[in-house]
């Protein structure tokens, strides 16, 4: 079957233009975890969904980044007025629990934004 | 100080050489994830373990909880692992659904 999907896998942005970035997970997988991936660091958390609800957005960097995931299926982050150190990799997961304490979380090849 | 360290952060062998990558936490956790990137792709679960060790083909994780330490081994290491490993921790800080926090990855180069 078909893994975690994003796209697109590229972007290349002038800074202060918006973006959106979409993820469309494992059918059927309640648990939906943004992660952002600067140049050669480990990812860091940005938000999490149960469903269609946002429990998480802690890790969010500022308010310009917002994340919505209407039906509880497919995802989309936006970054509004991008700024150049928004430049990252920002991967998507999934994973089938509502409480992936100890579940296996399921990646996507990751959208690589570039903000000039 | 980061809640997940890894070490080396840089590692390169000799085909066939026996291989360990470790990874300290500082948290208290309910599981720990080894996770494999190769450049420019996504990211595939190697692991999930929360005590013990497992073993995947050439590949051997343990954990020790006491002493919050996990290893990943790699036996007779060929060219194709050379790849990102990244260790990362879930329940860190107290979260209940899993979120990860990882470690900043180590550098895996295997040369023929």
């Known amino acids: 079957g078909a893994g975690v999907s994003q796209s697109p896998r590229y972007k290349v942005a002038k800074r202060g233009q918006d973006v959106a970035l979409r993820c469309d997970p494992i059918s059927g997988h309640v648990s939906l975890f943004w992660y952002q991936q600067a140049l050669g660091q480990g990812p860091e958390f940005l938000t999490y969904?149960?469903?269609?609800?946002?429990?998480?957005k802690s890790g969010l960097p500022s308010d310009r980044f917002f994340a919505e995931r209407p039906e509880g299926s497919v995802s989309t982050l936006k970054i509004q007025r991008t700024q150049q150190e928004d430049s990252a990799v920002y991967l998507c997961a999934s994973s089938l629990a509502p409480i992936a304490l100890r579940e296996t979380q399921y990646f996507g090849p990751g959208t690589r934004l570039l903000v000039l | 100080k980061n809640e997940v360290e890894q070490s080396p952060q840089n590692l390169t062998a000799q085909e066939g050489e026996f291989i360990t990558i470790n990874c300290s936490y500082s948290v208290g956790i309910s599981a720990l994830h080894w996770l494999q990137q190769h450049p420019g792709g996504g990211i595939v679960s190697l692991f999930m373990l929360s005590s013990g060790k497992k073993k995947h083909g050439r590949l051997i994780a343990t954990i020790n909880i006491q002493e919050k330490h996990s290893s990943l081994h790699i036996t007779a290491s060929h060219p194709r692992d050379s790849a990102v490993y990244i260790c990362?921790?879930?329940?860190?800080?107290?979260?209940?659904?899993?979120?990860?926090?990882f470690g900043q990855g180590t550098i895996l180069t295997v040369h023929p």
């Open positions: 969904f149960q469903n269609e609800a946002q429990l998480d």
């Open positions: 990362a921790v879930s329940n860190a800080g107290g979260t209940s659904y899993g979120k990860l926090t």
